[in-house]
């Protein structure tokens, strides 16, 4: 049997939950581009419509078809990806990962300050560290949740963009070509891929 890679997506909700789902998407569907069985799902359980409040989405990837399909936690993530870096800090997002697993963090700091708000991080083999916030920031999102906000019909046009070309960097499970080819923000996930500084542990 196939591994299946778990990619877990910490976000803040409402601000961030589109954008987040996007994220899953862009990851489920460029994989799927390259032939790989994929899920791409949200968290309910985590009360999206809260402003503020951390929830998850998710994402799997194999080579083969995914038989834990009705899992609706990765309990084991390989890359954990954060939207909103004052996540790390309350929150223990490496819950259950595998030694081995990549971090992906949305942020302007250094990855060694942001490794000191981890407890766990003997358990990665590397941090990736983008400003997707600064390279998506002309780009106008509306979001769901707000009143009058409506669902963006085109997926990875916001910060999920960059976020998408750094996990592409960092993880080496998805084609930056691929994640290029499914994103509506194309530009911005070439910038995310290339201002994404790796730090392997």
Do not use: C
């Not at 877990?8 to 994220?23: F, K, N, P, S, Y």
């Not at 402003?51 to 989405?57: A, I």
């Amino acid at each position: 049997m196939a591994e299946v890679k778990q990619v877990t997506i910490w976000a803040r909700g409402v601000t961030q939950d589109m954008e987040g789902r996007h994220l899953s998407l862009l990851v489920a569907n460029s994989a799927d581009k390259d032939g790989k069985f994929v899920q791409a799902w949200d968290d309910y359980a985590d009360l999206p419509d809260r402003v503020g409040v951390p929830l998850r989405k998710y994402a799997r990837i194999s080579e083969e078809e995914i038989e834990m399909r009705y899992e609706y936690e990765n309990k084991q993530p390989n890359v954990v990806i954060v939207m909103d870096d004052t996540i790390i800090k309350g929150m223990d997002i490496l819950h259950g990962m595998p030694k081995g697993g990549v971090l992906v963090v949305n942020s302007k700091r250094s990855a060694d300050d942001l490794l000191k708000f981890i407890p766990n991080k003997e358990l990665l083999s590397s941090i990736t560290v983008v400003d997707a916030s600064g390279i998506a920031a002309d780009v106008a999102v509306d979001f769901m949740g707000s009143e009058g906000g409506v669902e963006v019909a085109a997926v990875g046009k916001g910060i999920s963009a960059p976020l998408a070309g750094a996990a592409s960097k960092a993880t080496g499970l998805l084609k930056l070509e691929s994640v290029v080819a499914v994103a509506a923000n194309k530009e911005g996930v070439k910038q995310g891929a290339e201002a994404a500084k790796v730090k392997k542990l």
